[in-house]
């Protein structure tokens, strides 16, 4: 399991415009890496709208957000065209990524069990390398919580 202080696993997936996006490309400046489970869902929406919500402030403090699931492009196409979405929705879906920061597993349903695209968040310094996972996420307030802890990480915090 990825652990804060390793190095980020590299990733090449396209966005919802279908443009090409690996973590690489973002190397000098932060990352808030965001798992979710699928496109137009009420949690997903949630989060999605807090991280666009909070876009500005995250880029004043030098980060970049990217979402990944595995919804295809033309499905993040029509979220972000749905919720104005203003960053990268990255489309997964043989999972490479997904498998690579450990955000696959066990989940239940109704009391079903099944295997799916867990909640989770990094936040990827400008070296590359894991500052913070947030394993277990709620949406509701979670991007103002990344932008907090990006605060406390870049010592601008109160």
């Known amino acids: 399991m990825l652990e804060a202080g390793e190095l980020a ?13 690996r973590l690489s490309d973002y190397r000098g400046r932060w990352v808030v890496l965001y798992f979710y489970p699928k496109d137009d869902t009420p949690g997903c929406t949630k989060e999605a709208c807090g991280f666009r919500d909070e876009k500005g402030r995250l880029e004043e403090l030098g980060a970049v957000v990217l979402g990944v699931s595995a919804d295809d492009v033309e499905s993040h196409k029509r979220f972000a065209e749905k919720y104005r979405l203003n960053f990268p929705l990255l489309s997964d879906p043989a999972k490479e990524a997904i498998r690579a920061y450990g955000a696959w597993g066990k989940k239940t349903l109704y009391g079903k069990e099944y295997e799916g695209v867990l ?29 907090q802890a990006l605060e406390a990480l870049r010592g601008k915090g109160a």
Request: no cysteine.
């Open 9 to 21: 696993p590299d990733f090449a997936l396209p966005d919802q415009e279908g443009r090409l996006h």
């Open 119 to 147: 909640r989770q968040t990094f936040l990827i310094d400008p070296e590359g390398r894991v500052a913070k996972i947030w394993r277990k996420v709620s949406p509701e307030g979670h991007a103002e919580e990344v932008a």
